[in-house]
C-alpha cells in the first residue's frame, strides 16, 4: 500500500500537537517552494532529490514585505515581540522550517509525488461567484430564461442527473484547477499549417469506428475528478486509434496516485499535469485498478462527496502485476488556442482533452449549440472533445463528450459555440502519443505500430 499524503496525515492525526505539527511542515513547503532557489531550479527543470536536498540546506526564509507596509527594521517593538514569541513557540512544537523540510524531504522519498509539483496560483478567470449555495443546482427560472431567450440556439432542461444537486455539491464535481500561463511555458503548443485541409463535420466516433472507447459515457460521480476523466479517455482512445487496441485505462490510479503533482484528487486537478503523468508514470488499465472499488460502490456512488481513494499500487485482480500493467505517453502537450489547430489534431491523432468555465445554466442543458445565457459562475470542467459541425441555424460548434452519464445533456454529450472561444473552451486544450512500452508483454504482437 503506498504511503499517506500530507493531507491525509493530518486527518489521521493523533492528537491535536500532531495535526499541528503537519500544518507546520505543509506551510513550510509552501515557503521552501516559492523560494528563488526552487522557482530557478523548476524553470530550469532541474528539480531533483539532490539539488532540493541542497536548497533546504540553504535554505532560510524571509518573509515578503507587503506594499505600503514598513519592513520588518521598522516594526514596532510590539510586533516583534510577537515574531519572536511565534519562532519560540515554533522551534518547540516542531523545530524550525528548515527542519521542518528536511522532515518533508525525507518523508517525499517513501511517497516522491508529493514533492513533484508546486500547485499553481488561483485565477481569477476560473473562480466561483459567491452566493447562497444550498439551493438547488436544478432552478426553474433558468430553464425558463433560456428557452424564451430569442438568441440562446439550446434547450434547457431539468436534467434527472442534479434533481438532488445542491449549488455546493454541482461545484464540487468541478475539478479543474486553473493552470497560470507561466506554468505552461515549458510545454510545447502544436500547431498545423493552414494547408491542412479540413471537412466541415468531424466525429471521431464515426472516422474510428472500430475504437468502441470513443463512444463510452462514463460517470465520475460524486468526485471532482473531470480533470482525470478527460485525460484517461483520451489517451485510451489514442491507444486504440494509433496502436488498434481497445483498453480501458485506471482514472483511479491517476486519482489516487498522481498525488500533489496534479493537484488535489476528487478537490480537483491540473489537466496538463495529468499527461505528464502518463510520461513519467504510466497508467494501469481499469481492470487492475478500478473506479473507487476500494469504497465499496459504484459511481454515482453513495456518498455525498468522494473522499480522494488511497494509492496501493497494487491490481485487484490475482496475478496482474500493477508496473507491468502501465500504459504510458511519449509526450503531453498543448494545442495552440486556435479552431484550425484543435481540429487538425483532433482529425489526426483523436480526441483531446478541454477545460472550460461552467456557469449555472450549463447544468440545465439538453440539445443544441450552448452559448453561456444566464446564471453565476460555478468553476472549471474538463471533457473530452471528439469532433465539430454546423447546426441547421448555421452555428459553428464542436462536439464533446461529458463523463454525467447518459442521464445528462444530450445522452451524455454536448454542443458548444466554435470559434470564439465560448467560456475558454479553445484556451486550455492537452493531449499526448501513446507509447509502445509494455506493449509487447500485454498485447503481444496484435497491436499497430508503437510510438516510442
Not at 480537483?268 to 473506479?291: H, K, L, S
Not at 481513494?309 to 511519449?330: A, G, I, L, M, T
Request: proline share 5%; with cysteine; net charge positive.
Amino acid at each position: 500500500m503506498g504511503a499517506d499524503s500530507p493531507r491525509e496525515m493530518i486527518h489521521r492525526a493523533d492528537s491535536p500537537r500532531e495535526m499541528i505539527l503537519w500544518l507546520k511542515l505543509l506551510t513550510a513547503i509552501s515557503f521552501l517552494l516559492s523560494s528563488p532557489s526552487i522557482v530557478g531550479l523548476r524553470q530550469q527543470q532541474e528539480l531533483n532529490p539532490s539539488n532540493l536536498l541542497l536548497a533546504i540546506l540553504k535554505y532560510k526564509h524571509k518573509a515578503p514585505t507587503p506594499r505600503g507596509r514598513r519592513s520588518s527594521k521598522q516594526a514596532t517593538s510590539c510586533r516583534e515581540s510577537r515574531q519572536l514569541k511565534r519562532i519560540d513557540k515554533n522551534k518547540k512544537m516542531g523545530g524550525t522550517l528548515q527542519q521542518q523540510l528536511l522532515l518533508f524531504f525525507f518523508l517525499s522519498a517513501v511517497a516522491p509525488q508529493v514533492v513533484r509539483a508546486v500547485k499553481p496560483i488561483p485565477n481569477s478567470n476560473l473562480g466561483v461567484e459567491e452566493g447562497d449555495n444550498s439551493i438547488g443546482i436544478i432552478q426553474k427560472d433558468i430553464i425558463q430564461t433560456v428557452n424564451k431567450h430569442p438568441d440562446a440556439g439550446w434547450t434547457a432542461a431539468h436534467n434527472p442527473y442534479f434533481a438532488n444537486y445542491t449549488i455546493a455539491q454541482f461545484k464540487h464535481i468541478l475539478g479543474v484547477k486553473p493552470t497560470p500561463r507561466d506554468a505552461l511555458t515549458d510545454v510545447p503548443a502544436k500547431t498545423y499549417s493552414r494547408s491542412l485541409k479540413l471537412p466541415k463535420e468531424f466525429d471521431a466516433r464515426s472516422k474510428w469506428s472500430h475504437c468502441s472507447t470513443i463512444g463510452n459515457i462514463l460517470d465520475q460521480g460524486h468526485c471532482g475528478s473531470c480533470w482525470a476523466f478527460g485525460a484517461v479517455e483520451c489517451l485510451q482512445d489514442r491507444f486504440c486509434i494509433h496502436m488498434n487496441v481497445n483498453i480501458s485505462l485506471s482514472v483511479n490510479d491517476l486519482l489516487a496516485c498522481c498525488g500533489f503533482m496534479c493537484g488535489d484528487g476528487c478537490d480537483g486537478g491540473y489537466p496538463i499535469m495529468a499527461w505528464r503523468y502518463f510520461v513519467q508514470n504510466g497508467v494501469v488499465t481499469d481492470e487492475c485498478d478500478p473506479y473507487f472499488d476500494q469504497v465499496g460502490c459504484n459511481h454515482p456512488g453513495c456518498e455525498p462527496a468522494y473522499p480522494t481513494p488511497v494509492c496501493e499500487k497494487k491490481c485487484k485482480v490475482r496475478n496482474q502485476v500493477w508496473e507491468e500493467k502501465k500504459h504510458f505517453s511519449v509526450n503531453a502537450y498543448r494545442i495552440k488556442s486556435d479552431p484550425h489547430d484543435i481540429m487538425s489534431e483532433v482529425y489526426i491523432n483523436g480526441p483531446v482533452e478541454v477545460a472550460f468555465t461552467v456557469y449555472e445554466d450549463f447544468a440545465h442543458y439538453k440539445s443544441g449549440v450552448y452559448k453561456h445565457i444566464t446564471g453565476g459562475m460555478m468553476g472549471g470542467h474538463a471533457v473530452k472533445l471528439i469532433g465539430w459541425g454546423t447546426s441547421d441555424a448555421g452555428e459553428d460548434y464542436w462536439l464533446l463528450a461529458n463523463q454525467w452519464n447518459r442521464g445528462w445533456g444530450d445522452d451524455g454529450y454536448f454542443k458548444i459555440i466554435r470559434g470564439r472561444n465560448e467560456c475558454g473552451i479553445e484556451e486550455d486544450v492537452v493531449a499526448g502519443m501513446p507509447s509502445g512500452k509494455n506493449m509487447v508483454g500485454n498485447y503481444g504482437g496484435s497491436f499497430g505500430t508503437a510510438v516510442i
